[in-house]
């Protein structure tokens, strides 16, 4: 059994729903693709909303081996309009800068109380977040190489399956 004080399991609560925002929010973007016949783009946001529902069970899971009771959050609805493929990940980008944030504020607090366990427990999340950050940015970069409108879509969204395929493998050869 672990002791964690009330502060840091508020705060573990906090990112439980932050992680679940992110997962509705990945998996409303799928949907969105898939509305688009994005099929591509469609692929790498369900596999994101799963890897994030993933990140939300790993907090349910430290907070029930430290013997307490995880609270399941009301989740606030993701966005639905989006202005063409360069908004969605311009938004994707956006939307894990604030993971990135909120994870490092949960850091900063578990080094301020010394726990140690919850800071080594949370290494694992400050590495993702710096491995999710790269992948978007490389795709916003290969955005902005191929530009936006007509065929380009059709190219963006093969360049995004390609990165879902690396990501799948870079994942599978962990
Ligand atoms: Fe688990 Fe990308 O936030």
Redesign the pocket.
């Known amino acids: 059994m672990i002791d964690l004080s009330q502060k840091m399991q508020d705060a573990i609560n906090e990112q439980i729903a932050?992680?679940g925002f992110?997962?509705n929010f990945y998996l409303a973007l799928a949907y969105w693709c898939d509305d688009q016949a994005l099929e591509g783009c469609k692929k790498f946001f369900m596999r994101?909303a799963e890897?994030?529902r993933m990140?939300?069970l790993k907090l349910y899971g430290y907070m029930s081996e430290s013997g307490i009771c995880p609270v399941t959050p009301a989740i606030p609805q993701p966005p639905a309009q989006f202005d063409g493929i360069k908004d969605v990940f311009e938004k994707v980008f956006e939307?894990?800068r604030k993971?990135?944030t909120s994870?490092h504020n949960l850091v900063k607090l578990a080094v301020s109380e010394n726990d140690y366990n919850t800071q080594q427990f949370l290494q694992w999340?400050v590495d993702?977040?710096r491995e999710?950050e790269a992948v978007i940015r490389t795709i916003l970069d290969r955005i902005k190489i191929i530009g936006e409108g007509g065929q380009s879509l059709y190219y963006i969204d093969k360049e995004v399956d390609k990165i879902n395929l690396e990501v799948m493998a870079a994942e599978a050869a962990e």
Do not use: P, R
């Open positions: 932050n992680e992110a997962s994101q890897e994030e990140h939300m939307q894990e993971v990135t994870i999340y993702e977040q999710e």
